[in-house]
């Protein structure tokens, strides 16, 4: 599965954004997705995740309550809504795909398969 990410851009403090996680020439509908961030001089992180089916989703305690990841199956199309952004919010996304289970191991990068390229978001204060 190859992937595409898109959506981020420069937003103020409390600002909202819409990630965009799509597929390139394959379906994205049998694949557990993740979304992972990586700050400045930092390591990459978890963000969340969601299964195939949308049955199950996963947070970071870091986006809990304020992001929410989603998927349309029809559209090939996986989403991370992030309200009330924060300047430690900034960071380049990616999203990965997997098609084994992520029940014990959502957060873990080595479960993911293929990775996009990453989309910049900026939060100004």
């Known amino acids: 599965v190859q992937l595409q990410a898109s959506g981020g851009g420069l937003v103020q403090a409390g600002g909202s954004l819409r990630l965009s996680c799509a597929t390139v020439?394959?379906?994205?509908?049998?694949?557990?997705v993740g979304w992972f961030c990586q700050p400045p001089g930092k390591e990459r992180e978890f963000v969340a995740a969601?299964?195939?089916?949308?049955?199950?989703?996963y947070y970071a305690n870091s986006g809990k309550g304020r992001f929410t990841i989603s998927r349309d199956n029809a559209k090939n199309t996986v989403y991370l809504q992030m309200n009330s952004l924060q300047p430690e919010d900034m960071a380049t996304y990616y999203c990965?795909?997997?098609?084994?289970?992520?029940?014990?191991?959502?957060?873990?990068?080595?479960?993911?398969?293929?990775w996009g390229q990453g989309t910049q978001v900026t939060v100004s204060s």
């Open positions: 990965a795909a997997t098609e084994t289970s992520i029940r014990s191991y959502y957060a873990s990068e080595a479960r993911y398969r293929n």
């Open positions: 020439g394959n379906t994205v509908a049998s694949n557990n």
């Open positions: 969601i299964t195939w089916n949308g049955g199950n989703t």
